[in-house]
């Protein structure tokens, strides 16, 4: 008996919140239909201690042990059945995504099979008073409680961050008490305090780190901070995959270092690119809520890594295949980060669909001397660091961005994707080479109206820097410009030539930058460079 009344004090201890109060109060106060009553040495200051810990207005002073018995019906030995109920009655346990969750002083928290014998042993052994449940018995009780209609499914709540002892409230940006009525869509593993308040003042080594990771470009700056900010929330309308490129020594992999610390380790998986499309890999990311590595994987990326890409990055369904057991359709709701020092080759039929789900960043910056205590310093600051991103993701919120954008990045990620570009589908000339022949021209012509361009011309200035035929010029000037050709004196000429530019549908953002080089026709004269007299 004594060690049933430590056993009472260490479950209200460690698990106080887990008990739900209604659940024992209705057991306790059932009544009793039995005339068996038991008379057990210190049980009724066992049941004292629980009405006094957990605040019951009941009555103290009484074995409540028979009115149990009864109200499950149990003669001499509980049944695994009764055991079930018993732990469904008593605990606060729910379900969410078929794995059970109990209520504690971090909010609902997951428990492994082994964490969960041990919270329903000690409350069985508790509640019965005399009566141990062996280790097979409890196997069958957490077996029967996974299938139980009983227990309720959580709902995610996007409007929440649970950040262990508290809550922070994305519509008040409040820090709040944990609620067993809120279960929130992202936990962090930040520390907290209830007179914690967002502030425009950002932690100075984070402001240096942020500042020589976008080269000391402000705009630049601002676009990954503000990223960073959407990162620790729900938030999927900004979301995008990062993929940060670059060489050594600019402070890619400290990034994601420090963007996993914000998480809970059994919330973060290391996983290439490439990986994606593993039969059963995908399996491992159910619940998880990011992929952070510094490795991306092979710089050509798959069909199948891609459609699993897109769907991942826009929380669309996908299929699990799952080891020995039937294939199941879930939502990954994951961000990706990714650092790489090699230029990716997406397949270009895809580049509508990644253009507003991925953003490359460039990494510019080359740290001549490294801070090697820069990790640990930036772990320091991780609450005020939170706070001011807080605080610039409620900027955000107040002006309603629609989307989080910057010059160089979409650049990068438009050349990436061979965004804007349009290949010739038979031609024995390889992408790499349509595409840096149209690159060439790109920066060639100058967009100007009225203007002519004799094709010859237009060839050999292209010629001079790529081996490629006359023919396979011309037929990329016609995919990628708006133009016609027309003769004279017997000379094929380009006119009003223009880049051809994607409407915004479909969710693409047109590229209009104009080129500023040196090729271009005015006034209908005829242009003809110095060094091409002899043409």
Aim: charged share 30%; net charge negative; aromatic share 8%.
């Amino acid at each position: 008996m004594n060690n049933t009344m430590k056993l009472a004090e260490q479950l209200l201890s460690e698990n106080k919140e887990a008990i739900d109060r209604n659940g024992l109060i209705a057991l306790l106060e059932s009544q009793n239909t039995s005339d068996n009553e038991e008379d057990l040495p210190q049980a009724e200051e066992i049941y004292n201690l629980l009405i006094e810990e957990l605040n019951f207005e009941i009555s103290t002073d009484i074995n409540y042990r028979s009115n149990i018995y009864s109200y499950y019906g149990i003669k001499n030995k509980p049944k695994d059945t009764d055991l079930v109920q018993m732990a469904t009655q008593i605990l606060n346990v729910k379900r969410f995504e078929s794995k059970l969750f109990v209520f504690s002083k971090e909010g609902w928290q997951k428990l492994d099979d082994s964490e969960l014998r041990s919270i329903v042993g000690k409350t069985i052994q508790v509640i019965l008073i005399d009566y141990t449940p062996t280790q097979s018995e409890l196997k069958s009780v957490i077996d029967g409680m996974k299938e139980s209609a009983d227990i309720d499914e959580l709902v995610e709540d996007e409007r929440y961050i649970g950040c262990h002892h508290y809550l922070f409230d994305l519509e008040q940006f409040q820090v709040i008490d944990n609620s067993i009525d809120i279960f929130p869509k992202t936990r962090l593993d930040v520390e907290l305090d209830k007179s914690d308040s967002i502030t425009s003042s950002i932690p100075p080594h984070f402001g240096k780190y942020i500042s020589e990771l976008a080269n000391f470009d402000d705009d630049l700056r601002y676009f990954l901070i503000q990223h960073t900010a959407v990162l620790l929330t729900a938030n999927r309308k900004l979301r995008r995959g990062l993929i940060f490129y670059g060489t050594a020594n600019n402070g890619k992999s400290v990034y994601i270092k420090l963007m996993r610390s914000f998480f809970y380790r059994q919330d973060v998986v290391s996983k290439t690119l490439n990986e994606l499309g593993g039969r059963f890999d995908k399996e491992s990311l159910i619940g998880k809520r990011l992929i952070a590595s510094d490795e991306i994987g092979e710089a050509k990326i798959g069909e199948k890594t891609v459609n699993d890409f897109k769907k991942l990055l826009s929380v669309e369904p996908i299929h699990v295949d799952r080891k020995g057991r039937t294939q199941v359709e879930v939502k990954l709701d994951v961000k990706l980060l990714f650092n790489t020092n090699a230029v990716l080759n997406f397949p270009p039929e895809h580049a509508k669909a990644l253009e507003r789900r991925i953003a490359v960043i460039p990494c510019e910056y080359y740290v001549e001397k490294a801070d090697i205590d820069l990790n640990d310093k930036l772990k320091s600051e991780k609450k005020h660091i939170f706070l001011y991103l807080m605080y610039v993701y409620k900027q955000m919120m107040i002006d309603d961005i629609e989307r989080i954008e910057n010059e160089k990045v979409t650049e990068l990620t438009h050349d990436w994707l061979n965004f804007g570009y349009t290949f010739m589908d038979k031609s024995n000339t390889s992408r790499d080479k349509q595409k840096e022949c149209i690159k060439l021209l790109r920066n060639t012509i100058v967009k100007k109206e009225n203007s002519r361009l004799k094709v010859s011309d237009l060839n050999n200035q292209i010629k001079k820097k790529l081996s490629l035929s006359s023919q396979n010029i011309k037929q990329l000037v016609k995919l990628n410009f708006d133009t016609d050709t027309v003769l004279n004196n017997g000379y094929e000429y380009w006119i009003d030539l223009d880049w051809k530019t994607t409407q915004e549908e479909n969710n693409i953002i047109p590229n209009n930058k104009e080129i500023s080089e040196s090729i271009y026709e005015d006034d209908q004269d005829d242009w003809i460079p110095e060094e091409d007299d002899e043409l």
